[in-house]
């Protein structure tokens, strides 16, 4: 089964503007489809920054062991975001990966 899934391309938590009553995204349909957390963007974000994340995300993402742990997602998240912070990022780049399920 897929444990974790992360999609730092733009806007992929966000739904269709056609169908504003659905709440159907590419990252909710990855969590539907099987996955237990996903991780995605709300809006356009720089590639340094997506970068800056992704990295610090993995590294905390990593357990004692050397394995990749999806119940980590949450924190691993919140720590790159944290990372960004200290580097004066602009808030709205910092605040635009949101994190869904485990």
Partial sequence: NPEFAFLP????????????DESIH???AMQFSGFRSVVGS???V?????????S??????????GRLDCTRAAMALHK???????NDVPLEQQIVFVHIGV
Avoid: H, I
Avoid at 46 to 54: C, T
Avoid at 56 to 65: E, K, P
């Fill in 26 to 28: 590419l990252a909710a």
């Fill in 46 to 54: 720089d590639d340094e920054v997506a970068q800056e994340v992704v």
């Fill in 80 to 86: 790159a975001v944290k990372k960004l912070r200290r």
């Fill in 56 to 65: 610090a995300f993995y590294g905390n993402l990593v357990d004692g062991s």
């Fill in 9 to 20: 391309p733009c806007y992929t938590t966000v739904g269709n503007e056609n169908s504003p």
């Fill in 42 to 44: 709300m809006w356009s």
